[in-house]
């Protein structure tokens, strides 16, 4: 679904990634972990078509992410950022309503008709029923995230990319998120790519881990292969933070 041909990308003279190679299957749950700084979010930003790599070549099913229009890539892929949703006041089902613009013309009209079911079962599943009409700046962070989350289910994406989803979590919601994404993944083919913080939640939802170091990535395998003791302590330099 996804390949990363020998990417490369600088900003000014920091090397940020270097010759990046990688292929994601439809269908997979891929967790991208490494240390702050080393290029994770950017690497997702490729993979988005937010930013152009100097070298090499990303593509989304077979075709170069840069032949894609704005609208059609939307159509496919999503991207849920940290802070899933700018300070909007917007009501909530509004928000997530936003999630089908790439599929509405000028007029703010749908080809196949309203999407008003889509948007009700969301509503439903994500148990926001009770908010819609709420403004987005009076809810939780917790909640916040929930409404970032419909609105990305409402764009029916192909490939969700999640940046580090579960930072301004409760404790005991970011479980409850990783097991939307799951079962949303379960359930219909999706795709995801997730830079992950939490090596516990990691290892409890990624079929795969990739981690990257210095601007590469230095190992790749299953959660058990890759989250060992070795390589814990070489990528995240433990040792020198233990008390
Ligand atoms: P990570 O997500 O792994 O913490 P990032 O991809 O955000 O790492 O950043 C990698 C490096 O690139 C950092 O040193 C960061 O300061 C730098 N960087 C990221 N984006 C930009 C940018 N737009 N301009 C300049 N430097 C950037
Ligand atoms: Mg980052």
Known sequence: MIEVKQAA?????????????????????VGIIGPNG???STLLNLISGIEEPDQGEISLAGQPITSFSRKSLSQRLAVLQQDGLPSIS????????????????????????NADDLLNQI????????????????????????VALGKVMAQQPEVLLLDEPTTYLDIRYQMQF?????????????????????LNLASLYCDRLLILSAGKVIAEGTPDEILVPETIEAVFDVKSHTV
């Open 9 to 29: 990308k600088s900003y000014g003279k920091l090397n940020v990634l270097r010759d990046i190679s990688l292929k994601i299957e439809t269908g997979e749950f």
């Open 38 to 40: 080393s290029g994770k």
């Open 90 to 113: 917007y009501p909530v089902r509004e928000v997530i309503e936003m999630g089908r613009f790439p599929f509405q013309d000028w007029r703010g009209r749908e080809k196949g008709g």
């Open 123 to 146: 509503m439903n599943r994500l148990e926001l029923q009770e908010l819609a009409g709420r403004p987005l700046s009076v809810l939780s962070g917790g909640q916040r995230q929930r």
């Open 178 to 198: 990783m097991d939307l994404i799951a079962s949303w993944q379960r359930e219909e083919g999706l795709t995801v790519v997730a830079v992950m913080h939490d």
